[in-house]
């Protein structure tokens, strides 16, 4: 982070100690919103719900992201690292199945210095847009268990249109070659240890969706894939007319039987039909999550 961050591959170079970085971070963390979450993979939320932590900012901004209100602005509580320990701390107590970072990489520095003092008795997720340097993430690595990377975005085309990023592949598959290499471990039916590697598709966008399934499918990792179907427009989406509806089941199909031809075995699927507001976090205050 220093004086200029370049944490991330957007290297805004900002001096975070007086104001935010093009992330919307500055120096203290800021938790967004925490609770039990239901709705993760069942091998994650498992019996009692995921203990998901939401960070503020963030440095891909995708139009449509379900998160908005929070990946944009400064918005939600400051924490110092005993804060955030008293967050981690008051998950475990609430039953909570692991401790769910999500989009956390602009607080490395301070995740860090915070597992350094306090490591929960529970599993470690992160949970990644995967626009990430590979050094952040090996630094992070001996604290996490279970790794929950986005794999967005395969055309530098698309990823211009809907971050204005055309090197997300670059940065993501390199972030995803090494995650991905996390072999499973399960206790039960709750994953303790392990990459599930999460894909969304997108409306008009079967393509790029199966690009990327190719790739994945070639190298053979020992990471799950995990299709989703659940697209619901919403975000800053104004000028993009194919994301203003939800994916068609045809396009679905055919992502599906695209995934099942590659003969790919550890695989998680959304059925059609997932797409539910129910799904989208509420980040107002004083409600529940879900
Ligand atoms: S983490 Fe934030 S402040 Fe640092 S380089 Fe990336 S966008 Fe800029």
């Known amino acids: 982070m220093g004086s200029e961050c370049k944490l991330c591959p957007v290297s805004c170079g900002a001096d975070r100690t007086t104001q935010a970085g ?24 498992y019996k009692n719900g995921s203990g998901t932590v939401f960070f503020s900012g963030c440095s891909l901004r ?32 609430r039953g909570a199945e692991n401790i769910n970072l ?23 997720v992160y949970n990644t847009h995967s626009y990430e340097r590979v050094e952040v ?17 395969f055309s530098p085309k698309v990823s211009l249109r809907y971050t204005g990023k055309a090197n997300y592949f670059e940065y993501a598959s390199r972030a995803v070659e ?70 068609t089941r045809r396009e679905y199909e055919k992502v599906l039987s695209h995934l099942l031809a590659t003969g790919m075995e550890r695989v998680f699927t959304q059925g059609y039909g997932s797409a539910d507001e129910k799904f989208i976090p509420d980040f107002s205050e004083g409600k529940e999550l879900f």
């Open 178 to 247: 090494f995650m991905a290499q996390r072999e499973a471990e399960f206790d039960g039916e709750k994953m303790v240890r392990g990459c599930i590697v999460r894909h969304l598709i997108l409306p008009l966008n079967v393509r790029d969706s199966e690009a990327l399934i190719d790739w994945f499918a070639q190298k053979n990792f020992p990471a799950y894939f995990s299709l989703m179907s659940q697209y619901t427009p919403c975000g800053e989406i104004g000028d993009l007319p194919e994301l203003q509806r939800r994916i």
């Open 137 to 153: 993430l090996q630094a992070l690595d001996k604290y996490i268990d279970v790794y929950l990377p986005d794999l967005k975005y």
């Open 102 to 124: 999500v989009t956390a990489s602009h607080f490395a520095p301070q995740l860090l210095r915070v597992f350094a003092k306090y490591r929960p008795r529970i599993p470690v």
């Open 62 to 93: 995708c139009v449509f992201c379900q998160n908005h209100e929070i990946s944009r602005a400064a918005v939600g509580e400051e924490c110092d690292d005993e804060r955030l320990i008293g967050i981690f701390r008051e998950l475990e107590e």
């Open 22 to 45: 093009a992330c919307g971070a500055a120096e203290r963390v800021r938790v967004a919103k925490y609770g039990l979450h239901p709705y993760e993979e069942p091998c994650i939320s």
